[in-house]
């Protein structure tokens, strides 16, 4: 990240010695702080976001077994049904 945070007062000199003006060569300046402290994202930022979306993997893979075990509990609930309903069938006609 150092080497995008530019040296403001070299900024400024070498637009002025290039024919711009004190307010000018500021106000420039100033504009591309502006953009590089919205564009730039730090590794602390992102190791927040990573942090975050694998605390939101972890849950998903939480959830999914959950489901999983219930769509088992319930696929043998209805095996179970078909089953005894079967069995009624076979023995009371």
Known sequence: MSSLI????TA?????ASGFNDEQSEKIVEVIIELQNIS???KADLAVATE????DIGTIKTDLGWIK?????VGIA???AVVIAA???IFTG
Do not use: E, F, G, N
């Open 6 to 9: 530019m040296d403001i007062h």
């Open 12 to 16: 400024v000199k070498t637009l002025k």
């Open 40 to 42: 730039i994202v730090t």
């Open 52 to 55: 975050s979306i694998k605390t």
């Open 69 to 73: 075990k219930l769509a088992l509990a």
């Open 78 to 80: 209805v095996v179970i």
């Open 87 to 89: 069995l009624k069938y």
